[in-house]
């Protein structure tokens, strides 16, 4: 083998084996509005994000060399392993976009009446701690090549798995309204994203880590929420909200809702139905973001009001206590949400789902 053959052979494997494209990505992403209060009523500051994530995510990884060969004009190559992303296939402003993208999700919820960063003075204050986030894809490569006098040969077999996104969010509320930050709730949230096999781009794992970081501030924006609602409930007048009700049964004009989680938790089936005959109204499925609760396929008194937006816990519980004198709720598994069994013996009974609807399992 001479140098010439030697130096074809190693710049068709150099060629074969080269990088994948790194293409700057970002954040940003469009926001899902979710009404889940009427009248917002409390404000809350949002510090810059912490940044704890590994080394390895920061600066990628990519397959490595597992098995070489090279004998005369003959050479073979085996590479495994996982591609990961890297600050600039997530994006070259990470902290400052995920800051961003936190305040966006907490302001399009439309549950604060203000949503402020740094260390403005408001009701509560959130901390978001990064821990994890990184796109990646499991390849294993192996090249083949030959190199003679007047030819040359390659082959190459991929094995490319699905492309995975992953984000953990470390979320700590705390309340300042006695003049001191006061923690009161902390949870760690997973985001998710899965896709197929792509070509050889950092940018399809950048894109899958974008996804996975949105799946977890959606996620964030909920419990965030719930758990200001539990911690500090709205007033509610209880006499005037029951006499509400009672005037509506009596007008016939009393509807309630109720729902279940699709078997894959993917979607929510909810039901309108009216207080007085126990008859279906409405129908409707739903992404269960903002919505879901439960176990699958289990029927849920809803905590949504007709015009979407959700009730707090008080007025939950204050309906359920007035709608379980006809109908039979149930706390069985939770002590904050109600199971719904139908009307209670003795009543006009609820009309019997139709087939359709009772062999319901994915929309």
């Known amino acids: 083998m001479t140098f010439k053959h030697l130096g074809a052979l190693l710049a068709t494997l150099s060629l074969l084996t080269s990088c994948a494209k790194l293409v700057p990505g970002t954040l940003i992403h469009p926001v899902q509005s979710l009404p889940l209060a009427q009248k917002p009523r409390v404000s809350i500051t949002v510090y810059p994000p912490t940044d704890m994530r590994p080394q390895i995510e920061r600066t990628g990884d990519q397959p490595r060399v597992s098995a070489f060969v090279i004998l005369i004009a003959f050479a073979y190559l085996k590479k495994r392993g996982n591609w990961v992303t890297n600050d600039l296939a997530l994006s070259p402003a990470l902290r ?33 701690d990064l821990l994890h986030l990184y796109g990646t894809q499991y390849q294993a ?66 894109l899958a880590a974008t996804a996975a970081a949105r799946d977890s501030l959606a996620k964030m924006t909920l419990a965030v929420t719930d758990a200001i609602e539990r ?106 949400h109600y199971h719904f069994c139908g009307k209670k013996r003795g009543g006009p009974s609820t009309p019997r789902a139709s087939a359709a609807s009772a062999a319901w399992k994915r929309p």
């Not at 400052?96 to 999700?105: F, G």
């Not at 907490?106 to 549950?111: E, Y």
């Not at 279940?260 to 993917?266: F, N, V």
């Open 141 to 206: 490569k192996t090249i083949t090549a030959s190199v003679g006098e007047n030819s040359r040969s390659t082959t190459v077999a991929t094995a490319a798995f699905g492309v995975y996104g992953n984000a953990v969010m470390r979320y700590r509320l705390y309340d300042q309204r006695g003049g001191k930050a006061q923690l009161f709730w902390e949870r760690v949230i997973l985001g998710t994203a899965q896709q197929g096999p792509t070509g050889k781009s950092m940018k399809h794992y950048g």
């Open 96 to 128: 400052y976009e995920l800051d961003k993208m936190t305040r966006a999700h907490l302001q399009g919820s439309r549950f604060f009446k203000r949503v402020a960063s740094g260390r403005a003075k408001t009701d509560f204050l959130l901390t978001v």
């Open 231 to 336: 911690y500090a409930p709205p007033p509610l007048d209880h006499e005037a909200f029951v006499a509400g009700l009672k005037k509506e049964q009596a007008d016939g004009n009393l509807v309630f809702l109720v729902q279940r989680l699709s078997s894959d938790r993917s979607a929510t089936e909810i039901l309108t139905l009216h207080h007085n005959t126990g008859r279906v109204l409405g129908h409707r499925i739903a992404q269960t973001l903002g919505t879901g609760f439960g176990r699958p396929l289990e029927w849920m008194l809803s905590r949504q009001r007709l015009d979407g937006t959700r009730m707090p816990y008080p007025e939950y519980a204050a309906l359920a206590s007035y709608l379980a004198r006809e109908y039979d709720l149930r706390r069985v598994d939770d002590i904050y």
